[in-house]
């Protein structure tokens, strides 16, 4: 069993940043690829980014690439994601999952475990 707890949301302005934290508890955490999700109001629980168990491989949908920063430490058992040049088309609850899967998954079906979410609101 895996608790996951997210933090660091909040409002901010459009062109501003954010870094997101999600400390873990239980079972060992450099098990588990670690991926980050959103949802936004009437909208489906879609992906962000991951992180591989070892640190060395990380993967972002498109609309992210180039203003996320997905990253982890195993000593703390935290993953981070740092949000730069934010776009209101960002808003959204965002949360973080852990997954037994040896590699980038993608799909919230290959995740185990759920944080409650952080929201994070970005303003034009």
């Known amino acids: 069993q895996v608790q996951l707890v997210e933090s660091g949301g909040g409002l901010v302005q459009a062109g501003g940043s954010l870094t997101l934290s999600c400390a873990a508890s239980?079972?060992?955490?450099?098990?588990?690829?670690m991926g980050w999700f959103r949802q936004a109001p009437r909208k489906e629980r879609e992906f962000v980014a991951v992180?591989?168990?070892?640190?060395?491989?990380?993967y972002y949908t498109d609309s992210v690439k180039g203003r996320f920063t997905i990253s982890r430490d195993n000593a703390v058992s935290t993953v981070y994601l740092q949000m730069n040049n934010l776009e209101p088309e960002d808003t959204a609850a965002y949360y973080c999952?852990?997954?037994?899967?040896?590699?980038?998954?993608?799909?919230?079906?290959?995740?185990?475990?759920w944080g409650q979410g952080t929201q994070v609101t970005v303003s034009s």
């Open positions: 999952a852990a997954s037994l899967i040896d590699g980038l998954p993608s799909t919230r079906i290959f995740y185990n475990y």
């Open positions: 239980g079972r060992t955490f450099s098990s588990y690829a």
């Open positions: 992180i591989s168990r070892d640190l060395a491989r990380t």
